[in-house]
């Protein structure tokens, strides 16, 4: 049963994990946005002001390491990874009470 299963380096695992973490933030976000867009508590605004925040900082340091793991020259023109790369400057910019009062 082995025959036709390709085996798989530690390295190519990592870059699936990576861009398999990368859409799940990205879901994350719309989420938080949804979330952000659609309340009226204030305490809940606050709640989801920090929620997009922090998937907003989880999702820059993501890119940046697909980034740095596509740096090299084999990879360079990976179209999963530059799509990401596009797309990360079209997201909303971050929130702070401040931008609300």
């Known amino acids: 049963m082995k025959l036709f299963m390709k085996k798989i380096s530690q390295e190519e695992t990592d870059r ?5 973490d990368i859409e799940k933030t990205k879901e994350a976000l ?4 949804n979330g952000l867009d659609n309340a009226v508590d204030p305490d809940l605004i606050d709640c989801y002001i920090y929620q997009v ?3 907003l900082m989880r999702y820059k340091f ?3 390491q697909a980034t740095i793991l596509y740096s090299l020259p084999d990879h360079a023109s990976n179209e999963a990874v530059r799509e990401a790369l596009l797309h990360a400057d079209t997201a909303r910019p971050a929130l ?4 609300l009062v």
């Open 16 to 20: 699936i994990n990576l861009l398999d």
């Open 30 to 33: 719309r989420l938080a946005y």
């Open 53 to 55: 925040n922090s998937v």
């Open 62 to 64: 993501l890119l940046n």
């Open 96 to 99: 702070s009470l401040e931008t």
